[in-house]
């Protein structure tokens, strides 16, 4: 009894695995369900329960005494904060700051000097 011819596909083995996977599937199915109930139902591991860290109160206690910096909730006023400014000494002349006009004109100056340059294409 021997099988010639054997180059097509095996239909019986293949109806025997797909028969062996749905009983397979069936099953873990099954089992599934069972498992679901029983971890809703069953008991829980009861929590633990909360004891703080002796370190921890200590930090928390130590924090508690530490003193805090001084922080300045109103504001300076302005007299107090010209005092609080660096002055020359009384005897050392400061040349004086030129004024926004003065400024202003010597950057428009400057500006038709670089605009002229760059007409003769010198910059």
Same mark, same amino acid.
């Given at each position: /009894?021997?099988? =010639?011819?054997? =180059?097509?596909?095996?239909?019986? +083995? #293949?109806?025997?695995?797909? &028969?062996? =996977?749905?009983l397979q599937k069936e099953y873990s199915r099954q #089992?599934? *369900?069972? /498992?679901m109930k029983n971890i809703t139902v069953g008991q829980r591991l009861p929590a633990?329960?909360?004891?703080p860290s002796v370190s921890r109160q200590k930090a928390l206690e130590y924090a508690k005494k530490i003193p805090r910096p001084k922080t300045f909730i +109103?504001? &300076?006023?302005?007299? *107090?904060?010209?005092e609080v400014l660096p002055q020359a000494p009384k005897g050392t002349s400061l040349p004086q700051i030129p004024s926004l006009e003065s400024l202003w004109d010597r950057h428009k100056? *400057?500006?038709e000097f670089v605009a002229a340059f760059k007409a003769l294409r010198i910059l």
């Open positions: /009894n021997m099988k =010639l011819g054997g =180059l097509g596909p095996d239909y019986e +083995a #293949i109806k025997e695995k797909k &028969q062996k =996977l749905k #089992i599934k *369900e069972y /498992n633990k329960p909360q004891v +109103a504001r &300076q006023s302005d007299q *107090e904060v010209k100056k *400057e500006k």
